[in-house]
């Protein structure tokens, strides 16, 4: 046993000392010594406030040693990997029966799954996948003597995680890969991120397409107001393309928040959103004046929270055409969700969508299918 692990035991409070009693007492001596001790502790024996809360701490760590000792799978573990087993997640689902060897075994593996999820809270990591699948060819077929054929057209993966430095420090690696009908491409960044008073700073760094460079910021102007934006440089065939964003939001009222945007690139825009959120609604619209596009759109949501699950409705009307779309989402689990919608546009046609989603991490899969 390491030093560490040794310091820890002699830490620990002895439940069996405590409770004056031997490692192999039988439950009939555990339940006298706990009725015994009980009545010297209870805080109602004891008169000015001192001695009541000495005797209220008293009492309850004979409680504790005694609902330990008195349950026979808490007390094996107890006897096998100490107080600190008690405290692990998941004992709940291990079966009663365990020698104390195998108790140790699941106390180092629960141990082990619980330093891996706080590793992935500190990590934050974040993935997207993205496939599109073309089955026109099921409504509209080429040839009517062959079957029908559906192939992936297109697909798209980005995976980040973060490294924490300090409290106000964080270092952010992403990247992602696409390939459509047989060509690719991908890039890498790396983002330093640092929190300042009432706001942040942030540098990009990255590769891909050329080098890229970028400087962001935001800061909270008062308690309704807030502000950011930022420039990146992407350096390509001997030339530098800049591109300018901001954005000004403004909390509304305690359900609604409304934002301008301007983005000056090589496909510059204005867009002017509007977002409100209530328990049981939620909707958004958004005007957008840019290049090469106009279009205003609009998104309901009603929430069905008894039956964890959203019904959507979404339309889109601009100087491309039009796009309707409708959904649902279903909360299947804490951590997860999944989504199906169908998507009708001119002249985009018809579209189906679905989405599964877990945590951070995200699996969508478009089927265009005329």
């Known amino acids: 046993m390491s030093v560490d692990a040794e310091t820890d035991n002699e830490l620990e409070e002895n439940y069996y000392t405590f409770l004056n009693l031997p490692?192999?007492?039988?439950?009939?001596?555990?339940?006298?010594?706990?009725?015994?001790?009980?009545r010297i502790y209870h805080p109602d024996k004891h008169v000015d406030v001192e001695s009541k809360q000495k005797a209220e701490q008293l009492f309850n760590r004979t409680k504790r040693a005694y609902e330990v000792l008195s349950d026979p799978h808490k007390r094996a573990i107890y006897d096998s990997v100490g107080q600190k087993g008690l405290q692990t997640v998941g004992w709940e689902l291990v079966h009663r029966t365990k020698?104390?060897?195998?108790?140790?075994?699941?106390?180092?593996?629960?141990?082990?799954?619980?330093?891996?999820?706080?590793?992935?809270q500190r990590t934050n990591p974040r993935g997207n996948i993205t496939v599109n699948v073309n089955a026109t060819e099921i409504f509209t077929p080429y040839d009517e003597t062959q079957l029908p054929r559906i192939e992936v057209s297109s697909m798209s993966i980005?995976?980040?995680?973060?490294?924490?430095?300090?409290?106000?420090?964080?270092?952010?690696?992403?990247?992602?890969?696409?390939?459509?009908?047989?060509?690719?491409?991908?890039?890498?960044?790396?983002c330093g991120r640092r929190?300042?008073?009432?706001?942040?700073?942030?540098?990009?760094?990255?590769?891909?397409?050329?080098?890229?460079?970028?400087?962001?910021?935001?800061?909270?102007?008062?308690?309704?107001?807030?502000?950011?934006?930022?420039?990146?440089?992407?350096?390509?065939?001997?030339?530098?393309?800049?591109?300018?964003?901001?954005?000004?939001?403004?909390?509304?009222?305690?359900?609604?928040?409304?934002?301008?945007?301007?983005?000056?690139?090589?496909?510059?825009?204005m867009?002017?959103?509007?977002?409100?959120?209530?328990?049981?609604?939620?909707?958004?619209?958004?005007?957008?004046?840019?290049?090469?596009?106009?279009?205003?759109?609009?998104?309901?949501?009603?929430?069905?929270?008894?039956?964890?699950?959203?019904?959507?409705?979404?339309?889109?009307?601009?100087?491309?055409?039009?796009?309707?779309?409708?959904?649902?989402?279903?909360?299947?689990s804490k951590y997860s969700s999944v989504f199906a919608a169908v998507s009708l546009g001119i002249p985009s046609g018809v579209m189906l969508k679905f989405k599964y989603v877990q945590v951070l991490h995200r699996y969508l899969c478009l089927i265009t299918l005329k």
């Open 271 to 332: 867009t002017t959103q509007i977002d409100s959120s209530t328990e049981k609604h939620a909707w958004t619209t958004s005007f957008v004046i840019g290049f090469p596009h106009i279009y205003l759109s609009a998104a309901y949501t009603r929430k069905m929270i008894e039956n964890e699950l959203k019904l959507k409705l979404a339309a889109k009307l601009g100087t491309f055409g039009f796009l309707a779309e409708y959904g649902a989402e279903k909360k299947i």
């Open 158 to 190: 980005s995976q980040s995680i973060e490294a924490p430095i300090n409290r106000k420090d964080t270092l952010t690696l992403g990247g992602n890969l696409y390939s459509s009908n047989g060509n690719g491409n991908g890039n890498f960044i790396l």
């Open 195 to 269: 929190l300042v008073n009432k706001g942040w700073l942030q540098i990009d760094v990255g590769a891909g397409n050329g080098p890229l460079l970028g400087f962001k910021g935001g800061r909270t102007l008062s308690s309704v107001v807030t502000v950011n934006g930022g420039t990146t440089m992407n350096f390509r065939d001997g030339r530098v393309i800049p591109a300018v964003f901001s954005t000004l939001a403004v909390q509304l009222d305690k359900h609604t928040m409304g934002s301008l945007t301007l983005n000056v690139s090589n496909q510059s825009s």
């Open 99 to 120: 020698t104390p060897a195998e108790i140790r075994e699941e106390y180092e593996r629960l141990a082990q799954a619980a330093e891996e999820r706080k590793l992935q």
């Open 23 to 38: 490692r192999d007492a039988t439950g009939e001596q555990i339940n006298a010594a706990y009725r015994k001790l009980s």
